[in-house]
């Protein structure tokens, strides 16, 4: 059974996932920026006029899309992608390490080969380098962190809202194969650093939202234990 759209936080939203829109997308978030909407991924394509639809419910305009801000290159996060940026000229973010993926169409980096797809070649707007960027909305500031270990450009996205620290952390389970570019050991460092945030509420991408603080801790540190 499908769950309709839901408020996490003031302002931020589910809006897809496999329990809202189709089997196949991994969790899609929005975030609203008085106005300026911004989505943290996209699930796998099949899905974009559901996800327009389940903006449209929560009484907001699917054309103020401003940017898709990627975790990493996976097709189940990135596949609508292209449909916001063709349709409302939303701007595609992701770190410079997954972006040749996306730009290449490649169906083993994006993973579309595991899904039975294909993704098309796709420019990015803005890649993301370093270990953190800011990114600014009004006066507010979302920052993405670069997270290795699951692809070589995962990141990670927090928000400090409302006295609550909300962190969207897509695929902290994994998996780890060769063909992604993984690195376990760069993940582990990856996850020391999500834990250092003490996020008051974990929006993940395929496994649901994790809160209060100790159960996001929880739900961390439950795989770090597994792959020690």
């Not at 990493?72 to 992701?94: M, N, T, Y």
């Not at 990114?135 to 450009?153: A, I, Q, S, V």
């Not at 996205?157 to 780890?176: A, E, K, N, T």
Request: charged content about 20%; some cysteine; proline content about 4%.
């Amino acid at each position: 059974m499908r769950m309709k759209a839901e408020e996490i936080l003031s302002g931020v939203y589910l809006i897809g996932g496999p329990n809202v829109t189709q089997a196949d997308d991994a969790a899609v978030y929005l975030v609203d920026f008085q106005g300026d909407l911004v989505l943290i991924d996209a699930g796998s394509g099949r899905s974009s006029s559901q996800l327009v639809r389940n903006i449209e419910m929560l009484g907001l305009i699917p054309t103020l899309v401003s940017h898709v801000i990627l975790t990493h290159c996976h097709i189940d996060h990135i596949g609508s992608a292209p449909f916001f940026r063709e349709k409302h000229g939303a701007k595609i973010v992701i770190h410079e390490l997954d972006a040749k993926a996306l730009e290449t169409g490649d169906s083993i980096r994006t993973a579309a080969n595991w899904y039975g797809t294909t993704f098309p070649p796709t420019k990015i707007d803005r890649k993301l380098t370093g270990a953190q960027e800011i990114l600014k909305f009004g006066n507010e500031d979302l920052h993405c962190l670069h997270t290795p270990g699951h692809t070589p450009g995962s990141i990670a996205v927090y928000l400090d809202r409302s006295g609550q620290r909300v962190l969207f952390g897509q695929d902290i389970h994994g998996p780890f194969h060769k063909a992604f570019g993984s690195d376990i050991d760069a993940w582990k460092k990856s996850m020391q650093t999500l834990l250092a945030l003490e996020a008051d509420i974990l929006c993940e991408g395929h496994f649901g939202i994790f809160q209060p603080k100790n159960k996001a801790r929880a739900y961390i540190e439950r795989y770090l234990e597994e792959y020690q």
